[in-house]
């Protein structure tokens, strides 16, 4: 076999050259991808994302327990029962705990002052 | 700008970009023609190029200077270059034991492949991938053995043999051609 000294072909490369501005495209190209990466990203959180339809959901599923499921026996409505209840003893104790002045006031303000049978009197 | 002057200012944030933008326009070419030699095409050499200078700008920290900027860029570029080609298995055919990169090479257009330059590219792209790596870095690059060890990672005694080898391949495969 014959010598042969490798370093006689040279260091030229046998594929066409990229064109002139390849480089300074690339360049561009790269620095303008590296600053939008460097961007602070939204972070999609899905608590917040769903904290709206959560709390509209909640809501909604009290007004229905309240309408549809509740029985005055039961714990959820059992203290607003109570209320109920005892209302009329409430109110005749807030009264009485009021001075007549307070009394009258209270009595001019109220829309049933001009009640016509609101203001029948008493026997 | 040497790459002490690029080291300083990729280390500041406040001048990074600015030492980014010097460091590709120092290493964009020859990193080019590097990964082109392993890749062969044009857009997988853009493609990995692109990851190559991505890689260099996220881990910049990592680089503690214990090699050149330069064999550390070359590392990272010389990894993802055989890593398109593990992708696309462009390495030897466990069949026919050829090389599927001189079958792209052959693909190529604009090239005369009676040329002694496609000839010897011809004849790099068959031998395996550790040969093939130390030919290119150590003919085309011009790099002393302790830099292609910095870069592929293997002792120099292994390199020179690696070389030796390549040589010897190149040598054989150039001068059938030429007789044929």
């Known amino acids: 076999m014959r010598d042969f000294d490798i370093n006689t072909i040279g260091k030229k490369m046998p594929y066409q050259a990229p064109s002139e501005d390849f480089f300074e495209k690339f360049t561009d190209d790269l620095l303008a991808k590296v600053a939008d990466e460097q961007k602070p990203k939204k972070v999609f959180s899905l608590r917040r994302a769903l904290t709206p339809v959560l709390s509209v959901a909640a ?65 | 700008m040497n790459e002490k002057e690029i080291i300083e200012l990729l280390s500041n944030i406040a001048t990074r970009n600015e030492g980014f933008r010097l460091l590709v326009t120092k290493f964009r070419e020859p990193i080019y023609w590097h990964i082109r030699r392993l890749v062969v095409s044009h857009e997988d050499a853009e493609d990995v190029m692109q990851e190559c200078f991505i890689n260099v700008y996220k881990y910049i920290d990592n680089f503690k200077g214990e090699s050149s900027l330069k064999t550390w860029i070359y590392k990272i570029a010389t990894n993802e270059a055989l890593r398109l080609c593990t992708k696309k298995q462009l390495d030897m055919d466990s069949y026919d034991q050829k090389s599927r990169l001189v079958d792209l090479f052959s693909s190529e257009k604009n090239i005369d492949f009676d040329s002694a330059e496609a000839s010897l590219q011809r004849a790099i792209l068959s031998l395996p991938e550790k040969q093939r790596v130390v030919f290119n870095l150590r003919y085309y690059e011009e790099m002393s053995y302790e830099q292609i060890a910095e870069v592929t990672g293997s002792s120099v005694a292994t390199l020179k043999t690696n070389y030796h080898y390549a040589s010897g391949k190149i040598k054989e495969y150039v001068l059938k051609n030429m007789e044929e």
Do not use: C, W
């Not at chain 1, 909604?60 to 029985?71: D, K, P, R, S, Y």
């Open chain 1, 59 to 123: 809501a909604i599923a009290v007004i229905m327990t309240t309408l549809f499921m509740g029985e005055p026996g039961d714990d959820f409505l059992r203290g607003e029962y109570i209320i109920s209840e005892n209302l009329d003893e409430s109110i005749d104790s807030f009264l009485g705990s009021l001075t007549d002045e307070e009394l009258t006031y209270l009595a001019a303000a109220s829309s049933y002052a001009d009640d016509f049978y609101a203001n029948l009197p008493t026997e």
